[in-house]
Structure formats: C-alpha cells, structure tokens
C-alpha cells in the first residue's frame, strides 16, 4: 500500500462548483497536512497547512483531516477558471527542525471551466 | 528578485554532457532541497542541506551531484544523466529544517 493515495484525475467542473479534493494515508504517525497548489510551468505554493484533525477555513477554502479515517480533504467553494491547477496533498509526522519529511501525493489536476 | 529562483528554467542535454542546475533563495532560509517531479508520480525528496550541510541523500544515483556554498544557494551538477532522468527538477528552502517550504518554479530537463 502507498504511503500517500491520491487520485489523478483529471477533474473538469464548471465555474461556480464545488470542488472536492482527497487524499488518503496509511502511517497513523502523520500529524501535518498540507495542500499545494501547482500552475502549470510553475513550482508548488502553499495553500492550506493544517495540524492533527478538524478543520480549517481560509476564504474560499476548506481543508479537513479525519485522522480517525486517515483521509484528508481539500474543498474550493465557487470555483473559478483562476482555481484551474494541480493540487498536491503532502503530510509529516513532525514540523520544523525535526527529522521529518515530507510525503506527496501525485496530485490532482483540476480544471475550471468559464 | 523574490522567493526561489531557478536557472535554467529549460535544458535539453545529451546523455554524455555535463551540466549543472542552480537554485537561489532571496527569503534568508537556512534549509534547501532539491526534489524531482516525473509526471504520474509524486514528488522525490533527493537531498536536503541545512547551514550549508548535507543532511539526506535519498539514496539518489552518483550522476547527480548537489552543492551548496552557502544557505542562499544550492548546485545540481549532473553527468552521464540517462533518459528516464528527465523531469521536473524543484528547489525549495526553508527557515529550518522541515519547515514549511517555499518551492521555485523548477528546470524542465530532456535527457536525449
């Protein structure tokens, strides 16, 4: 079993829809979950970081980790062609001056259309 | 220039060249990694240096060789590179090891 699964896609949506992006995971040692966002040509930025379970809002974002179930979920309210991107889930068991590294998932290509 | 950048943003080089990838961060971070995105597969961890020191090698083959002069810059010198090498190459850096990191846009190599 994969560390990390996350389905490809690609996902197409019309503009205004919601979008629902997942991962999940399989070593419970995980405590940190990340989104990034990849444009095409373009390196990964930041989107979401969040710690341990519950949710997180950030505008039209929303990320959610259910340890429980080790899956985690990345929402996009009201999508825009703008949101049209690769999404890439990423998750360690520590932050910040530990020896932990950071595990991808394949990523999710998602297309917005106008 | 802000962030991570990457020169050359493009390379195309023969299985017997020898040529090198360079990173700069402008953000004052003391950790940079050099990771490699192949499509269809998530993204590889292939070293890590903090304060200039090499703290992982991801068991990455002899062909790539990293070096980092000091914490604003970090070298991919690569040889005898072979097809399936081709890829994404992405730098980032961090304030400290394993914090949040801030990728470049990367260099898109062709191995012919």
């Known amino acids: 079993q994969k560390e990390v699964e996350q389905d490809p896609g690609p996902l197409s949506v019309p503009e205004g829809a919601i979008v629902s992006l997942n991962c999940t995971y399989s070593n419970s040692a995980f405590q940190y979950f990340m989104w990034y966002r990849q444009y095409s040509r373009k390196g990964p930025e930041l989107l979401m970081y969040t710690y341990s379970s519950g949710n997180k809002e950030d505008g039209r974002f929303t990320a959610q980790v259910d340890k429980s179930s080790k899956y985690i979920s990345l929402f996009i309210r009201d999508s825009q062609p703008s949101d049209s991107a690769t999404y890439l889930c990423a998750m360690s068991e520590g932050s910040g001056g530990s020896n932990y590294k950071l595990t991808f998932g394949k990523g999710t290509l998602l297309t917005v259309n106008p | 220039e802000t962030g991570v950048t990457q020169t050359p943003r493009h390379l195309v080089m023969g299985m017997t060249n020898k040529k090198s990838l360079k990173c700069e961060q402008h953000?004052?971070?003391?950790?940079m990694y050099w990771y490699k995105q192949s499509a269809k597969k998530p993204l590889e961890l292939m070293f890590v240096?903090?304060?200039?020191?090499?703290?992982e090698n991801n068991s990455v083959p002899s062909r790539f060789s990293p070096e980092c002069p000091n914490s604003s810059h970090l070298f991919l010198h690569l040889h005898t590179l072979q097809p399936e090498d081709s890829a994404l190459y992405l730098c980032a850096s961090s304030q400290e090891r394993w914090g949040t990191q801030y990728f470049g846009p990367g260099t898109r190599l062709l191995v012919l």
């Open positions: 953000l004052g971070h003391n950790a």
């Open positions: 240096y903090n304060f200039k020191e090499q703290t």
